[in-house]
């Protein structure tokens, strides 16, 4: 059935569409890939903030919500000559040479053969629609629910490490004043010490010079008293 309410609203040009990554991912329930970020990413300058829409790929006609929304139409499928019957009608006039006017009442000639009238084909495809809303609706639904799984929570986790971000460069910037402060009280330090060091040298040398110039005089005196007074 899938493939029959298929050929009647989507062209088949022959070749298989090749899948983006994000249908992949949503196929395989893989909504959000785990990727290491590089270490070299600027946090504050990323393209990727979550907290910021980001301009979505165009949508594509894709199988997987067909055979939902297909699946729904068949389930719901009404007995008898309806807009399904008159739309595969049509569909076998596209090739024909035949404008629209007359592709749509030449289908509709077949179709009254049938029992069908403008009114009954109206109203068909009328419950096809609602039926289809019903399943937009869940859809809405499941989205809301996946947002909330799939993105709120990172959202919020982003912030957090936004947030433990400021916090550290804070705690650093406090870390660099002081290690400044430090590092100018070394500075003076090492100036005093040098100075005391210069100045401690000076009194050792100024001691030394006094000590050997008294104890020459002494010894000078010890060696004339030994010979001057005998």
Known sequence: MFKNLKS????????????????????????????????NINVENSATDPTVPQEAAAGTVSDKFLKVLFGALEKNNIDGFDYFEYRESLKSLEKMPMDEKTRYQSAFAMAKTMGATPQRLVETAGHYINVLKKEEAKFQQALVQQKSKQIGGREQQYKQLQQAIQQKKEQINKLTQEIEQHEKQLGQIKQEVSSASVKVEATKNNFVVTYDHIVSKIMTDIENMKKYLK
Not at 18 to 32: D, F, L, P, R, Y
């Open 8 to 39: 009647l609203f989507i062209e088949d040009d022959g070749s298989k569409k090749k899948q983006s990554k994000v249908e992949e991912a949503v196929e395989n329930e893989e909504i959000v890939p785990n990727v290491q970020p590089k270490s």
